[in-house]
């Protein structure tokens, strides 16, 4: 079948480095997107791999690893508007996604 | 550029009525996409258009739920004999139709409670 694993919460101060994995099995990979999601609100997409790497967009990093269906989300110098949740989701040839269960991260002072 | 909008933002309806979302895409976006997200999971796929043409829907998308998109604008949501099971956020998305390395931009979404 086809699942996404993520951890479903992870708490950190303010200033620190959290990595949230993501690994997947699915069909018709193209792939791998991260999105925030803020309680009430829209997802709103952070990050993209296509490709095994690091890309890096101010503060947040995504890495991708094909060969091992793994990738993370890397929030530095977290701050109190980073509290929210976080979506891993495999994105198909026609943009389609399916989502993980998502992370809360949880930042405190 | 207002982004993807969706109305209604909440709909409260009685079990068994009929209930119809719509969603207005990013302008000249060829691609929409309608997604269900209930508490503490991420958003499911329902179905999707390139332009006027509805291109996949998913098993979750049951016979009492039909999505129009007539002119390849706004697209129509429409649950038919609502269940308590139905409630959930209903979002929309879209996108260029420019392969799958494009971002989607979600709305706000609609948030259907069936009592």
């Known amino acids: 079948g086809q699942s996404l694993e993520q951890p479903s919460e992870v708490t950190a101060v303010e200033g620190a480095i959290v990595q949230i994995n993501c690994t997947y099995q699915?069909?018709?990979?193209?792939?791998l997107s991260w999105y925030q999601q803020h309680d009430g609100g829209a997802p709103t997409f952070l990050s993209y791999?296509?490709?095994?790497g690091l890309e890096e967009t101010g503060r947040f990093s995504s890495f991708l690893s094909r060969s091992d269906s793994y990738g993370y989300l890397l929030l530095q110098e977290l701050q109190m508007k980073d509290s929210a949740s976080y979506f891993c989701?495999?994105?198909?040839?026609?943009?389609?996604?399916?989502f993980g269960a998502g992370t809360q991260v949880v930042v405190t002072p | 550029d207002t982004g993807v909008s969706q109305n209604p933002r909440h709909k409260i309806t009685k079990r068994g009525q009929n209930v119809t979302f719509r969603c207005d895409p990013i302008s000249e976006h060829n691609r929409l996409y309608w997604y269900r997200q209930t508490l503490g999971q991420g958003p499911e796929f329902l179905t999707y258009f390139q332009n006027e043409a509805q291109l996949e829907k998913s098993r979750l998308l049951s016979d009492r739920f039909s999505a129009e998109r007539p002119k390849g604008s706004f697209s129509t949501l429409e649950i038919q004999r609502t269940e308590q099971g139905d409630s959930a956020m209903y979002l929309c998305?879209?996108?260029?139709?420019?392969?799958?390395?494009?971002?989607?931009?979600f709305g706000q979404g609609t948030r259907l409670t069936v009592v």
């Open positions: 989701a495999v994105r198909d040839s026609w943009g389609k996604l399916q």
């Open positions: 791999n296509a490709l095994d």
């Open positions: 998305a879209s996108s260029p139709a420019r392969g799958g390395e494009t971002e989607a931009f």
């Open positions: 699915t069909s018709g990979f193209y792939g």
